[in-house]
Each structure stands twice: as structure tokens, then as C-alpha cells.
């Protein structure tokens, strides 16, 4: 029997879409309390048929894996999405209010009105998760067979958090850290779409990010005795300022496609708040700079030096530089197999040209590029324009749906000698 992509369409389900979107959304999962929710991805990945297991990745930490076994000689194709949340919902109401406006402050945290889903977690990423499960289930339903095997990756660690000094564990070990335990162990594939908030648009461009510690040390004295002693807080507002006058032409200096790379001034420590008769002995600042394809981590950390260099010129303070994050960039082409078969499918969905897009944030993508698998975003939500933190537009959700069956249908019966040759890949 020959199966049509209007068979497929047809067998897309909204209604059980959005039911597996709010029932992963109402399952706590902040970064390093992944376990109940890949045990639940697990679950549904079975409903649809697909062989599923758990990979423990450190203790009740698990990628959620699924597998559709393809019939031999075809490209095969993985979509990857993290089961971690930035933050969880029970965290300081004030915090999350400073997030979202929609989240609930006790559960259910995730619920539909009307044409909306709204949650933590909908929008980030467990709309695009259960969309690649209803995608499976409707090329099982309409009865497509595949040559190239299908994966289902719900990963671990994904936010962009890390160890740093004091804070320590899972809770902090992200920024990739399921999807390369994934790659290494098993968790490969020709190519991997990821459903990352692109809203509907191809992000084929990765930007790499650097961490960095600008420390200064020096004496605590008791406040009595503190005149003419140099504070080191006051000292670090000297650095902020250096700062700030380089940062434009460090964004001018690494900008790529017309996206100025973000430089944040993430946080500062010094002293003890709870002993302030005593002067800080110490200030840390923590800075997250973003750098494009063709620039490297030590680019970044020679363009700091320079700063620091100024520092000292002019106020002859010299800080302590620590690279804490380097995460590379990864960068694949128009001419990649997979970029076409979005472009073809999306096109078919939406009735209207694949819109492309960069930003300068990271994702799971450049960790499977640079293992191998050809990996590009293209995700339901963050529309422009449309949606804010914790929303979900349900027709967006389905029209993702649908392209991620048609991609799939495509991909995976290609001849796998032709289209992996298809494509060029760079990265960091």
C-alpha cells in the first residue's frame, strides 16, 4: 500500500497532542529532577509503539530513548528535546512571577484556554517533545514503513547551568550534559531536528558561549578601622565600567549574519551581607559571553584579557580571569538533507516558505554536531511576536506536528549513501 502525505496529515491528533503537552508540563522536572518525567516520555513512546528505555545518566537522572527500527539503507533521523526546566514551579512565587505572568503557583501547573496552552514547560521544550511523539503515531497509524532508523531522545541537563565555586550538584549540571552522555553511549543517528523555540522557523546556525570569573582578593578589615583601605566592591565597579565601554565593540567585533552576540553581566558576590562590619575580602563578577561560528573560546578569552588590560592601565587593579563554560559553536549548511526535508515539509504544512532565523542562545545542537550528528532546530513556539515564557499557540503545535511526520517520512527513506554526502558541517 502506498502511503500518502495526506494520510499522514490526516492522522495527526490534536486533541491527544495537546493532552501528552500538558501531561509532561504537569510533571515537575528542573534540571537534576528529571527521573518521573522520562519515566513518563518512556511510557508514551511505548503507547506508540516505539522500543524505549531508560539510560541512567547519574542517579534518578535518566535520558528517555526511543527507537523505531527502519528496514535497512536509509538516512536516519533522531528528534531530541530535554526534559528539564529552567526553574521549578515551586520555586519563590516573586521569582516566578519575574519569569512569566501565567504561572500557576500550585497544580495543576500547566492547562489549556482556548487556542493557548499555558505552563512552565510548554514553551520550553515539552510542546515540541510530545509533538515528536504524535508525529511517530501518525506514521504508525497511517502504516508508513521506513528504511532508516527513528529516535526519540528525551534528554537530561540541557539548561544553561553549571557548577561554579560553591554551588555544586545535578541541579547545576546542565548546558548538555544528557545529550552528550546520548552521543557517547550509543545515541547516534545521520541527522537530528530539535524543537527548540524557533517558532516554525530553521535555525542552522549555532553561536558558542564563554563563562567567565573576574575575581579580585584582598584584606578584611573591621569597618573602625577601614579608612583608606581599598574596596574591593568599589574596586569592581571600576572593572563594570571598562566593561561596559567594551562590550559594543566586542559585539560589533563578533557579529555574524547581522546578530550581535549577547554579552550578560550575570552576577556579582562580595563579601558577607550577614557580617557587614567587615570589608569584602573578596568580589567575583560572572559574565556569559556569546561568540559566533569562525571565532573560537580562547578568541573570547584573549578579547577579555584586553579588557582586563585596561583595568589595570587605568586604575591599576589587576583581576584574577577563570573560563568556567566553553561551549562551542556548530554550523550546518543550506545543502544539509535535513534542512531541505523541513523546508519541503513546512512548506507543504504551512503553505509558505521556510523562514530562516539566528540567534545567539545554545542549544542540545551544537553538542550533536560535534559528534557526528547533522543537527538543526526548528520548534512550535516562540513565534514572533506571539508568545512570552510559559505559552504555547496550539495551531503552531499541530502545524510542528505535521512537518516533524512529513521530515520524518522523507528522511528516513532516503538512500543513506546519497544524502549523507550531501551536506557540510563547521563547527568550534
Same mark, same amino acid.
Given at each position: ?30 534540571? =537534576? ?15 506508540? =509503539? ?19 527500527? =527502519? ?72 502504516? &508508513? ?53 524557533? =517558532? ?81 575580602? +573578596? ?13 573560537? /573560546? ?40 535535513? /534542512?531541505? /526535508? ?16 539566528? +540567534? ?58 546519497? &544524502? ?9
Amino acid at each position: 500500500m502506498t502511503v500518502t502525505v495526506e494520510d499522514v496529515l490526516a492522522r495527526v491528533d490534536e486533541a491527544k497532542t495537546v493532552k501528552r503537552t500538558l501531561e509532561l508540563a504537569n510533571v515537575e522536572s528542573p534540571t =537534576g529532577f528529571e527521573g518521573e518525567c522520562a519515566e513518563l516520555y518512556k511510557r508514551m513512546m511505548e503507547e506508540v =509503539g516505539l522500543k524505549a528505555k531508560l539510560q541512567e545518566v547519574e542517579s534518578g537522572r535518566y535520558n528517555a530513548v526511543g527507537i523505531w527500527d =527502519g528496514r535497512g539503507g536509509g538516512a536516519s533521523l533522531m528528534f531530541n528535546g530535554h526534559l528539564d526546566t529552567s526553574f521549578s514551579p515551586r520555586e519563590d512565587p516573586e521569582v516566578l512571577k519575574a519569569i512569566s505572568p501565567v504561572y500557576r503557583l500550585e497544580p495543576p501547573w500547566a492547562y489549556r484556554d482556548g487556542d493557548w496552552l499555558y505552563g512552565m514547560g510548554v514553551f520550553n521544550m515539552k510542546g515540541a517533545l510530545a509533538a515528536y511523539v504524535s508525529a511517530v503515531e501518525a506514521l504508525h497509524d497511517a502504516g &508508513v514503513e521506513l528504511k532508516g532508523d527513528l529516535m526519540l531522545a528525551g534528554v537530561v541537563g540541557e539548561i544553561e547551568k553549571t557548577q561554579v565555586d560553591q554551588y555544586k550538584g545535578a541541579h547545576l549540571r546542565g548546558y548538555g550534559y544528557g545529550t552528550a552522555y546520548l552521543v557517547t553511549h550509543g545515541g547516534i543517528t545521520d541527522f537530528a531536528i530539535l524543537g527548540e523555540p524557533t =517558532g516554525l522557523r530553521l535555525m542552522l546556525s549555532h553561536f558558542g558561549s564563554v563563562w567567565a570569573k573576574i575575581s579580585l582578593r584582598g584584606q578584611m578589615v573591621h569597618t573602625a578601622h577601614s579608612a583608606g583601605t581599598n574596596n574591593l566592591i568599589l574596586q569592581m565597579n571600576r572593572v563594570l565600567q571598562v566593561l561596559e565601554e567594551w562590550i559594543p565593540g566586542y559585539q560589533e567585533r563578533m557579529a555574524y549574519k547581522g546578530v550581535k552576540p549577547t554579552v550578560n553581566i550575570g552576577a556579582i558576590e562580595g563579601g558577607w551581607p550577614w557580617r557587614c562590619s567587615r570589608t569584602p575580602w +573578596f568580589c567575583n563578577l560572572y559574565i556569559d559571553l556569546r561568540y559566533p561560528p569562525g571565532r573560537s /573560546a580562547t578568541d573570547v578569552k584573549e578579547e577579555l584579557r584586553q579588557a582586563l588590560a585596561i583595568v589595570e592601565k587605568r586604575y591599576g587593579i589587576r583581576p584574577e580571569l577563570d573560563i568556567y563554560v566553553s561551549d562551542a559553536w556548530a554550523e550546518v549548511s543550506e545543502d544539509a538533507y535535513v /534542512a531541505k /526535508a523541513l523546508e519541503r515539509s513546512h512548506q507543504k504544512v504551512l503553505g509558505a516558505p521556510l523562514e530562516r532565523v539566528v +540567534f545567539s542562545w545554545s542549544s542540545d545542537a551544537n553538542v550533536l554536531t560535534r559528534n557526528g550528528v547533522v543537527a538543526v532546530n526548528y520548534g512550535p513556539s516562540g513565534g514572533p511576536g506571539k508568545e512570552t515564557r510559559g505559552t504555547l499557540y496550539i495551531p503552531n503545535l499541530i502545524a510542528c506536528t505535521k512537518v516533524y511526520a512529513l521530515a520524518a517520512m522523507d528522511i528516513c527513506n532516503q538512500e543513506r549513501r546519497r &544524502v549523507v554526502r550531501e551536506f557540510t558541517v563547521r563547527y568550534g
